[in-house]
């Protein structure tokens, strides 16, 4: 019989599959859609809204951690290496294969950046080392492994989630001229498009995590009890964030990328709110093809999050580059979304049939 400890939260699982879905969107909003459809047509605003559930994943990351039974210092810094190696690996197959092998990257791609062809060493190292999410799960894992082993209290977890959000935009920026510790800086501090996801403030999201982790357990894995703390919790944060954010936004939210304090909290604050939500849907909802779907891509997060940026820059071969109105980018999506399942079920099988040969050695 499985006990409350062993109970899967679906709410989480829900929520880091739906981040996978909306993903794939997103992209394909940002790589196929012309400027005026991310802009200004109703697809752009639906999608970019749904979009700021980036900070559902970083959460139910935290969550997850620490629940997981893989927490020894030693071994989340591994975790940490594989997925920095998994993130540069993306880079060089969404990137650098398609200017460098297939040659079709259109040009459109290389004008955003005001570039032509042919590319520097520089320039094709600069995209090969362009930061992402995998880049922040990866640099993140290092401090969480850390502060799992030795941070007791959960509130201690909460004020360093505080610590990384609060000065962000002072410290947006900030960098030496040391080759090697410029890109650490970037990866931390960064307020430019070599680095999308800065530490600061988006690990924030991944600690708050982890304070509610560590809150479940001592609520003895009561779930209804942990989401209406999040919902509390997320109403504050909301009211706080979205103050601040009206009183300054270019301050405070600045452009989703980079935030400030006032836009960690309100994106924050809204997702908890969304969980608190989710929670009540799917806690006694009967399993169906929507939500068996969104549990896979809870459990390939990883792989997915690959394959379908790969796909989305690969597919400009086909669809072009930043050119569609909204209705042929919405048409376009469901074949990348096909795509991806497509692809990650043979990466899957193909990985366990390796495995399966290893250990048979």
Avoid at 12 to 24: A, E
Avoid at 40 to 46: A, E, F, P
Avoid at 97 to 112: A, C, I, S
Wanted: charge should be positive; hydrophobic fraction near 50%.
């Amino acid at each position: 019989m499985e006990t409350k400890q062993n109970e899967r939260i679906k709410a989480i699982d829900f929520g880091r599959g739906m981040s996978v879905l909306v993903m794939i969107l997103v992209h394909t909003l940002w790589v196929y859609g012309s400027v005026e459809t991310q802009r200004d047509s109703t697809l752009g605003h639906v999608v970019h809204f749904l979009g700021k559930g980036t900070a559902m994943f970083l959460v139910s990351m935290g969550v997850s951690f620490v629940l997981s039974s893989r927490q020894s210092v030693g071994g989340s810094m591994k975790r940490g290496l594989i997925i920095l190696a998994v993130g540069y690996l993306m880079n060089i197959l969404k990137f650098i294969v398609p200017l460098e092998v297939f040659h079709t990257m259109p040009e459109g791609f290389l004008q955003d950046y005001g570039w032509t062809r042919p590319l520097s060493a520089g320039k094709l190292i600069w995209l090969a080392s362009l930061g992402d999410i995998l880049q922040l799960a990866g640099l993140a894992l290092f401090f969480m492994g850390l502060a799992n082993r030795y941070v007791k209290n959960k509130y201690g977890l909460l004020i360093i989630a505080l610590v990384i959000a609060i000065p962000s935009r002072l410290l947006s920026g900030v960098s030496t001229e040391i080759t090697g510790l410029h890109y650490v800086c970037e990866l931390l501090f960064s307020d430019g498009w070599h680095v999308y996801f800065p530490a600061f403030p988006w690990m924030s999201f991944m600690f708050a995590g982890m304070f509610f982790g560590r809150w479940y357990k001592e609520l003895e894995y009561d779930q209804d009890l942990l989401f209406k703390k999040m919902l509390t919790w997320g109403i504050i944060l909301l009211l706080i964030g979205g103050g601040l954010c009206y009183y300054d936004f270019s301050y405070h939210f600045g452009d989703f990328f980079h935030l400030g304090p006032g836009g960690a909290f309100y994106l924050l604050g809204l997702n908890l709110v969304v969980f608190w939500l989710v929670h009540l849907c799917v806690k006694n909802a009967k399993t169906n093809y929507f939500l068996s779907l969104t549990y896979y891509c809870s459990k390939n997060v990883t792989s997915m999050y690959v394959i379908q940026w790969t796909l989305v820059f690969w597919g400009t071969m086909i669809f072009g580059y930043k050119t569609h109105d909204p209705l042929t980018t919405v048409l376009i999506m469901p074949i990348i979304v096909v795509a991806t399942f497509g692809v990650n079920y043979l990466f899957q099988i193909t990985k366990n049939n390796v495995l399966r040969g290893l250990t048979s050695l």
